[in-house]
């Protein structure tokens, strides 16, 4: 039986596309997907503090083997117009609603101090029942521990839980230990995807 559902924050919940937007432009690239996921990947030591949002950029340019236009046009962009460049989307926030009726609700997001800093003085994280973000805990999704952290903070068994997320790799570690998982890729797969495990009607 599902007691909670656990969700990634950025790209889930915060429509990222508008600052993947004018990151591209900086990359001088096309492809969101690839360049997407790519970050998310590199910004791993990031998300735990081990390095600098630059030095993480800079992974990233080296593992698409492209150039930075302007390293600090990129930190202005991911730090000082952060909040200006990302939103929660009206039909995510109403889904959440609709869940936070019957289940309890988790974030469970790589993410950094300064990001947390704005995110929680916009109140975006005011719906949930746990949060947990890895620059926190010095854990990140790529590790079953955060997950695990998140299951005994809602007081429920992993088995218990769904995770949504819009990358693969970390919905793989949540099904090894008994997750259901989603794949997130716009609002209205997730409500049919939702009502599928029958968390909607």
């Known amino acids: 039986m599902i007691k909670a559902v656990i969700f990634d924050f950025g790209g889930v919940i915060l429509n990222m596309k508008p600052l993947l937007a004018q990151t591209k432009k900086i990359f001088q690239m096309s492809d969101d997907a690839k360049l997407w996921e790519t970050i998310n990947?590199?910004?791993l030591p990031l998300s735990?503090?081990?390095i600098t949002l630059l030095q993480c950029f800079r992974n990233v340019t080296k593992k698409l083997k492209?150039?930075?236009?302007?390293?600090?046009s990129l930190k202005d962009l991911w730090i000082k117009?952060?909040?200006?460049?990302t939103s929660i989307d009206k039909n995510i926030k109403k889904l959440i609603a609709?869940?936070?009726k019957n289940y309890?609700?988790?974030?469970?997001s790589n993410t950094i101090k300064e990001h947390t800093k704005i995110n929680k003085k916009l109140g975006r994280f005011k719906?949930?029942?746990v949060v947990i973000l890895s620059h926190e805990v010095g854990l990140t999704k790529d590790e079953k521990e955060i997950f695990l952290l998140a299951a005994k903070s809602l007081?429920?068994?992993?088995e218990e839980c769904v995770f949504i997320d819009d990358i693969k790799r970390f919905l793989k570690v949540a099904e090894g230990l008994g997750m259901k998982t989603i794949h997130f890729k716009n609002p209205t797969q997730l409500r049919k995807d939702l009502k599928a495990l029958g968390l909607l009607f």
């Open 48 to 50: 735990k503090g081990e």
């Open 155 to 158: 007081d429920v068994k992993p």
């Open 66 to 72: 492209k150039n930075i236009i302007s390293e600090e």
């Open 41 to 43: 990947i590199e910004a």
């Open 98 to 100: 609709l869940l936070k």
């Open 104 to 108: 309890q609700l988790a974030i469970v």
């Open 81 to 85: 117009d952060y909040g200006k460049f």
């Open 127 to 129: 719906l949930f029942d």
